[in-house]
């Protein structure tokens, strides 16, 4: 966890608490904490009192401390009136310490209550470490640039671990806000305490320590005809501790709980941080650049809305589901406390009270386990739980729903109405999706312990819990986070939609768009679709575009041109057989293109560009063979004057076949985002690995004497992918196989004899079922064995490519810790739930009864087709598993754009916080409903 940096030492709040050496010695430029010298006393000074703890007697203790050495008249003289009230007030504040029992360890230990299945938890809220975000004056302005929405957005909430340490309320052990602390150095502060009625709580079936905020000016509650379920009272600390220790706070009375929700003043505001001169920082720190989490706000721009206020509370207390209209910050002083989190796309579910009722902004949804007895959450809040009954059957059952209101209360408000945005009849997921919602929508989880902070957007609905172990103390501020100008909208909507293409294929997406060429001006020449499409892709940054369930998000994007398809289409896949049909393959499309320049005399430019993309790759195949073969590359002579041209030596040596795959093959390729790929078939002498002829291809490409890069520039490809591939010799089955090809035995696989069929399966299954499909489907041949349009039908039935090492590989490229290795895993996360979701789903051989139940029938169920497409492009991935899974669009969309654009175009400084926890979402997600 985080800790407060100074001159790269840290302070852990552990030994803050411990009150060890380190921590006592730490210094603020208002006081010092030092070591406490133990008191002494004589035995004649003490005497018992009744429950067991010594008093220090007033008089001899005043008499032990005279001086032994002062004149009897010179101390009468010296004993004035300051003097005399001022040893009067030490001897009672050690009195008071020495009767007066730990407050924390008289406060009852509770639990909040458990959650029921209206809960699911997705994953936990993105977090940093705040002296490593803060360690240089360079981090903390990209920090606060991220905040200001400059760079990246706060577009979802996050944790700054170790954010408070260095606020006295934190690391002093003095002024630490234990309840014991806080009674004895604010007891008389007083504000404003909500206080739990038991009997109206009861009658709308809240947890037995829940609090639901009521708004105390509402017509119907001063008028009597709501029954609050909490009333706000002016209390002193003194007085809230008194409640949480004493049997008044027992769920019996009807005064059953309180939490204390005041407005910071004087000396609490100080040990909340919010001045700089009370910070604690370490005594042999010689930095200056200690940067204060208040800093970051004001640098950001933000405006403060809501003052801070002090949110005290006994454990097991919980806040019923709400959300807040602008941006807030929780800092937990003393204590645990968890939270449950909900993207605004969720409200649409939450059955929200109406803008008119005194409960507007909360959900009347209940997540505790008790609400949920024989079922009843679900049936009460059908569409929150995911069930496809309707809602509300009728307008009169909502009504009665909220009949406690009062109609006196509602014809004073004008109007009737029913749930907001939570009433629907229909549990359909949304535009564009074919699914309803199935399950509740996934929260996520915020721990929160001292020192750390936590920053969440608007209309994020939440839930908390305090923790304890005995109480919980927290500071909350609320502001209006600066907008991004339009200018700076429209210059990140340029960027991106410059490069709004994905790769489609699983290497590294480089960035290569010139920013110079064809740039728009803002106050020129923009036009108002340009404007138009950078408001829209603004909006979705903040999650202000509307609901956002299913296609929704995804869609929303794609009209603001960040984000879009790059194949034609994607491949139909035969319901029966579950392979690719041959019509769709690589190999189909380049024969059918050749015929229709043939009849149709000519090529136009974007035929013209796929076949300079093609020459490009027959080039990249002479200098990959000359590599595999270990000839010298700077023979080659890329200008076709030579006659001894490698790609005509192939079968003569190692080089067995070089073939074009992806999107060249699919002639779909385009500058600055396709790679040149290709895949060689070698012969396997038991002698070279595949390693080592891939060093020898890499190698040949990087030298200067290679005239591929000079040559085919004007293409803009990213680079050049060899994937190379051993077969062993005859008589090995696959040997004899592709030995057959490279002798001219191109005939179908209808037209193939029974031994010849053996010998091309023996190939595909040498090759493997992912190396066969992508030959099979996505790839021509350049030169050498024609294998492409030989391999058995079963080759293109899609393998699982992703999916099965999805964890590994998100874990692997997160321990990287590097951008490319995110975008990588995301790429790998979006392609696996696709292969989910679209690929033929393989049931287990299962024996079926027969008709009269009697004995088994030999029928089984085998293999069952239900999905016809498959794609490796990005974006049709994300739009096929969003409208089967249309709680994952928003979380799709985000991967979508961070797989594409990089992680910093959508959180900024927060990139591995935000990208590192939604891969870890999705992958989850997808494991999930694999199982």
């Not at 105390?216 to 809230?240: D, Y």
């Not at 909340?272 to 720190?285: F, I, K, P, S, W």
Request: net charge negative; with cysteine.
């Amino acid at each position: 966890r985080g800790r407060t940096r100074r001159g790269g030492m840290r302070l852990g709040v552990a030994e803050a608490r411990a009150g060890t050496p380190r921590a006592r010695s730490r210094r603020t430029s208002t006081f010092r904490v030092a070591p406490r010298a133990p008191r002494r006393v004589s035995r004649s000074a003490v005497r018992e009192t009744s429950d067991g703890g010594a008093v220090e007697d007033d008089a001899l203790a005043s008499s032990s401390r005279r001086s032994p050495s002062m004149p009897s008249g010179d101390r009468l003289q010296a004993s004035d009136d300051a003097s005399l009230f001022a040893r009067l007030e030490a001897v009672t504040a050690r009195v008071f310490d020495a009767v007066s029992p730990d407050i924390d360890a008289l406060v009852p230990e509770r639990r909040p209550p458990a959650l029921s299945r209206l809960v699911r938890v997705v994953g936990s809220v993105p977090e940093i470490d705040w002296a490593e975000a803060t360690k240089t004056n360079a981090r903390f302005r990209d920090l606060a640039n991220t905040f200001a929405g400059y760079e990246g957005h706060v577009r979802e909430p996050v944790i700054l671990r170790g954010a408070a340490d260095a606020w006295p309320c934190v690391c002093d052990p003095q002024k630490r806000w234990t309840l014991a602390n806080l009674t004895k150095n604010h007891g008389a502060f007083a504000g404003e305490t909500r206080v739990r009625k038991q009997s109206a709580a009861e009658k709308m079936r809240l947890a037995a320590s829940e609090f639901q905020y009521v708004e105390a000016n509402h017509p119907a509650v001063q008028s009597g005809v709501f029954q609050s379920p909490s009333t706000i009272r002016t209390m002193t600390i003194k007085q809230v501790a008194a409640r949480m220790t004493s049997d008044e706070s027992s769920d019996e009375s009807e005064d059953s709980g309180v939490y204390m929700q005041a407005e910071l003043t004087g000396e609490l505001k100080r040990e909340a941080g919010l001045t700089n001169d009370t910070l604690c920082v370490e005594d042999d720190d010689d930095d200056s650049s200690f940067f204060s989490f208040w800093s970051l706000c004001d640098d950001a721009g933000w405006r403060e809305t809501q003052p801070p206020r002090l949110w005290l509370s006994q454990a097991g207390s919980t806040s019923s589901l709400h959300y807040d209209s602008s941006v807030s910050v929780l800092a937990q002083a003393h204590g645990l406390k968890r939270m449950l989190l909900y993207p605004p796309s969720a409200l649409a579910r939450a059955a929200l009270y109406p803008d008119w009722h005194p409960l507007r902004r909360r959900s009347a949804v209940r997540l505790d386990a008790g609400f949920d007895e024989d079922g009843g959450a679900l049936r009460a809040f059908p569409r929150w739980a995911g069930e496809e009954s309707p809602g509300f059957e009728d307008e009169t059952e909502n009504e009665e729903r909220f009949a406690h209101v009062g109609a006196a209360a509602r014809a004073a408000a004008g109007h009737l109405g029913g749930l907001k945005s939570g009433g629907s009849k229909s549990n359909r997921a949304g535009v564009g999706s074919t699914n309803t919602f199935t399950q509740p929508p996934g929260a996520w989880e915020a721990v929160l312990g001292p020192g750390d902070v936590l920053v969440f957007p608007p209309r994020w609905a939440h839930y908390t819990e305090s923790l304890g172990p005995k109480a919980s103390a927290s500071v909350t501020r609320r502001f209006a986070a600066k907008d991004a100008d339009a200018r700076r909208n429209f210059e990140t909507w340029q960027t991106l939609h410059k490069s709004s293409s994905p790769d489609d294929d699983d290497t590294d997406n480089t960035d290569n768009t010139d920013n110079t060429d064809n740039e728009t001006s803002f106050s020129d020449s923009s036009t108002a679709a340009q404007k138009s499409a950078a408001r829209r892709f603004a909006r979705w940054r903040v999650r202000a575009g509307g609901p956002s369930a299913g296609v929704q998000a995804l869609l929303q994007l794609e009209r603001a041109g960040v984000v879009r398809a790059t194949s034609r289409k994607s491949l139909r896949v035969d319901l029966e057989t579950g392979a690719v049909v041959p019509e769709d393959t690589a190999l189909a499309f380049a024969r059918n293109n050749d015929n229709e320049a043939f009849l149709f005399g000519g090529r136009g430019g974007a035929a013209r560009h796929a076949d300079r993309w093609m020459e490009a790759a027959r080039d990249a195949a002479r200098v990959a063979t000359a590599a595999c073969e270990g000839w010298d590359v700077s023979d080659l002579s890329l200008d076709g004057s030579r006659e001894d041209d490698s790609l005509d030596r192939i079968g003569v040596g190692r080089v067995a076949g070089v073939y074009a795959r992806g999107s060249v093959a699919r002639r779909e390729a385009r500058p600055g985002v396709s790679d040149v790929d290709l895949v060689v078939l070698c012969w396997d002498d038991g002698e070279t690995k595949t390693t080592s002829l891939r060093a020898a291809t890499r190698e040949a490409f990087a030298r200067d004497d290679c005239d591929w890069q000079t040559k085919w520039s004007h293409v803009r490809a990213t680079k050049v992918d060899v994937r190379i591939a051993l077969v062993p010799l005859p008589p090995h089955p696959a040997g004899v196989a592709l030995a057959k090809l490279l002798d001219g035995d191109d005939t179908t696989e209808a037209e193939a004899s029974s031994s010849d069929t053996t010998y091309r399966a023996a190939l595909a299954t040498w090759l493997g079922p992912e190396l066969a499909f992508v030959l099979s489907t996505e790839s021509v041949t350049l030169a050498g064995a024609d294998v492409p349009g030989t391999l058995p039908d079963i080759s293109r039935v899609p393998p699982l490519r992703c999916l099965p090492t999805l964890r590994r590989d998100v874990v692997e490229a997160l321990a990287d810790g590097g951008e490319r290795s995110l975008r990588w895993a995301l790429r790998r996360t979006l392609r696996a739930a696709f292969e989910k979701e679209a690929l033929p789903s393989r049931v287990r051989d299962t024996p079926v009864a027969s008709r009269d139940g009697t004995e088994e029938d030999e029928r089984r169920v085998g293999t069952t087709f239900e999905r016809s497409e498959y794609t490796r492009d990005l974006f049709r991935c994300a739009v096929f598993v969003a409208r089967h899974r249309p709680d994952l669009g928003e979380d799709l969309a985000c991967a979508l754009v961070a797989a594409v654009h990089g992680p910093r175009a959508v959180w900024g400084a927060l990139w591995y916080a935000g990208g590192s926890a939604l891969a870890q979402r999705l992958a989850d997600e997808v494991a999930a409903f694999q199982d």
